[in-house]
């Protein structure tokens, strides 16, 4: 268990560690595939964020990344298929932590934020562009721009 988590349900918790999953079927799938490059690419970006010693979220990540192939498969098999389906309830499942981030510390509530807005650009740009990287959808950025997540308040 995070120690960051010791304030939450095993609901929340369990939604807190799927988040990555859940971003990267909702960004790789938006324009109806998912693109194993987006998938790829994001278990990389967990991966690397779980080494990051320096990190307040790098426990959060190590538990991410242990199991985020899993998940991502356990969630695919399991989701809507129909790509707008699919978007809404991933939608409505992450707009649920904005009731799970006031019940974390801070700081933590804080670079979980960060995080979670720049892994959705790093998804996206894993397909596409020059090489297959570096190109950000339509499709896409409509998710990216979308305020799913509020920012944690500041006191």
């Known amino acids: ?9 095993p609901e929340e918790a369990q939604l807190m ?3 990555p999953a859940l971003l990267t079927i ?25 080494r990051d010693r320096h990190s307040i979220m ?6 991410v990344s242990g ?3 899993e998940t991502l498969e356990s969630l695919l098999k399991t989701l809507p298929k129909d790509t707008e389906e699919r978007s809404k309830y991933i939608i409505n499942e992450l707009k649920k932590i904005n009731n799970i981030i006031p019940k974390l510390d801070k700081k933590f509530a804080s670079e979980f934020y960060k995080g979670y807005l720049a892994f959705r650009v790093q998804v996206a740009k894993a397909s596409g562009g020059l ?4 190109s950000i959808s339509r499709e896409e ?3 990216i721009d979308m ?3 509020k920012p944690p308040k500041e006191d």
């Open 1 to 9: 268990m995070i120690p960051e988590f010791k304030s939450l349900n």
């Open 26 to 50: 909702l960004i790789a799938g938006v324009e109806g595939e998912i693109d194993n490059k987006e998938k790829d690419w994001a278990v990389r970006i967990a991966q690397f964020r779980a």
């Open 147 to 149: 305020e799913i997540l």
């Open 67 to 69: 199991h985020f192939n």
């Open 58 to 63: 790098q426990n959060y990540y190590e538990e």
């Open 17 to 19: 560690l799927d988040a």
């Open 141 to 143: 950025q409509k998710i």
């Open 131 to 134: 090489w297959g990287y570096g």
